[in-house]
């Protein structure tokens, strides 16, 4: 009996230590679910790519993205080959994302780095293989 009370002490300051933990790591996620970006306007900035087919290139990129729903949005941006919708998704940590396009054989990830600048970097492999990265600015609508 004298173990187990021994034991006890021990043990009762650690499991009082783990549920607070697990409360606060509970509550600061509920606050990120609260504070995701708004990332719908248009973006604009330079463009630099590399692909063994083309080359190294730059071009103005704008980015539409023309709804947003929680983590989740939608856009389109135009370039030398038409015009590319897609669809995204904002991660937990409300610093990076994904969109894809349906047409598309690569992704696009990006980070937020404050409410008006963003970088969005593509990356394809395979035949086309095609490395991108774009520094964009919300404009001012």
């Known amino acids: ?32 679910d609260d504070q995701v970006p ?14 063994e087919k083309k080359g190294y290139s730059n071009w103005i990129k704008t980015v539409v993205i023309s709804e947003q729903k929680g983590r989740l949005f939608k856009g389109q941006f135009t370039y030398s080959d038409g015009t590319k919708h897609f669809f995204g998704v904002i991660y937990p940590d ?25 970088s969005a970097c593509y990356t ?11 520094e964009l600015t919300k404009k001012n609508q």
């Open 124 to 134: 394809e492999s395979g035949a086309d293989a095609t490395v991108g990265c774009a």
């Open 94 to 118: 409300n610093s990076t994302f994904t969109w894809v396009s349906v047409d598309s054989k690569g992704y696009n990830q990006g980070r937020i780095h404050s409410k008006d600048n963003i």
């Open 1 to 32: 009996m004298k173990n187990l009370t021994k034991l006890m002490t021990y043990l009762l300051p650690i499991a009082v230590l783990v549920l607070t933990l697990t409360k606060v790591s509970t509550c600061l996620a509920a606050l990120n």
């Open 38 to 51: 708004n990332l719908v306007g248009t973006w604009a900035g330079e463009n630099k790519t590399y692909s």
